[in-house]
């Protein structure tokens, strides 16, 4: 009897992992002398990956992983950008290359990394790996900074705290030696009543001269990391939970004391702030261009959706869908914004392959690697002999492996930490 053809298929991904890290034309002496170890091919999108190749490509696992199985390709090349130490880069060129611990490797990529590989399953691993360097680099009040020793932000704290989540470990008890848990310093950064009654219930960055001031790629960031999720959050299955802002009751010190109240209180802030863009959340990164903030839009919908907030997530959903919105073409070709409207549509509970009347999972696909075939003389005396029932499976399996085949946060905030 043949066997199987998923058998067959997974021998064939791996045979295919393992000559794309070689190399077609290098054989494996080749890198016993010195010689660049070249990311396998996997890697989603054409554009520069310098700055976000990790982030973009565990934001395509964490969407393949509502959609389907994970292209295995796609897996291989993430894990194999992790450092020796647990860590990950922005993109590793050259994987054979030792990182720079004290440098090279930022929490972002790192939790952003940890959520796609547990997406994708099997890398059980690298994902503790992951988890391990995110403990061993986590700040005395128990939040991360970008990058190793840095002061903490929402942003990032929040990205660690979906890390956790994704590998079905609670981010509460990852506390730091001073017993602070990453949701002590997260919503450190929470407005309370002491501000304008717009803002309360908002999310900074990070303070600001010993100020806070209401961000919403922050606000939308913190909504999904208060519910103790990450990026692949499923929203709850019945019913709908009205949005309410922050209440003050004449007390100009109140604000959230614990990770629900704050779930909430940022909840009624988003609902709000979208109704008054028209579903939309307007760019609020320095320097960018005015207009709406696609991304941080989309973040909204998800967390919104996750915390049960199904209408109030309605609202920016069919704003993204609407052609108006122009949203599709923000997103047409780049695999990390195809991922973020998979994630949003799916948590809100809409159909990713008809958003709008565009097919987001198609699109994706299209944005996977093609694969280069060269064809040996051995396999073309096999091709014209009818070849073995194995070598066929193989090409079956690769064959398989090949059909499965932002403005983001990360990319802005690394270009100027560079």
Partial sequence: MAPSFAVHARRGAAALATAAVLGAAAAPAAF?????????????????????????????????GTTGLPD????????????????????RADTGKACDPKAGEFTDATSAAVQGLAAAGGRSAAVQKGLDWLKGHQNEDGGWGMTPGAASDANSTSIAIGAFAAARQDPAKAVAKSGKSPYDALLSFQLGCDKKED???????????????????????????????????????????PVKPLECTGDENAK???????????????????DADGGQLKSSMPGA????????TADAV???????????????LAWLESKDSKTAEWAKGDPGRLAKLILAAHTAGADPRAFGGTDLVRQLADTAPKPQATATPQAKEEKKDGGSDSSRWWVLGAAFVASVGVGILLSGRMKKKQ
């Fill in 302 to 316: 998800i967390a919104l959706a996750a915390g049960g907030h199904r209408e109030a997530a309605g609202k920016p």
């Fill in 256 to 274: 959230p004391q614990d990770a629900e109240a704050a779930a909430d209180a940022v909840a009624g802030y988003l609902a709000k702030k979208l």
């Fill in 72 to 91: 295995e390709a796609a897996v291989n090349w993430l894990a194999d950008q992790q450092c020796s130490d647990g860590g990950f880069a922005g993109y």
């Fill in 32 to 64: 016993a002398d010195g010689s660049p170890s070249p990311a396998a091919p996997g890697l989603y999108g054409t554009k520069d990956p310098k700055f976000d190749g990790v982030f973009r490509q565990s934001l395509v696992l964490v969407a393949q």
């Fill in 289 to 296: 261009p005015e207009g709406p903030d696609f991304g941080a």
């Fill in 199 to 241: 803002e309360r219930g908002a999310f900074a960055y990070m303070p600001q001269k010993g100020e806070l001031q209401a961000n919403d790629l922050a606000s939308a960031a913190a909504a999904l990391a208060a519910l103790g999720k990450g990026f692949g959050a499923g929203a709850p299955k019945q019913g709908d939970k």
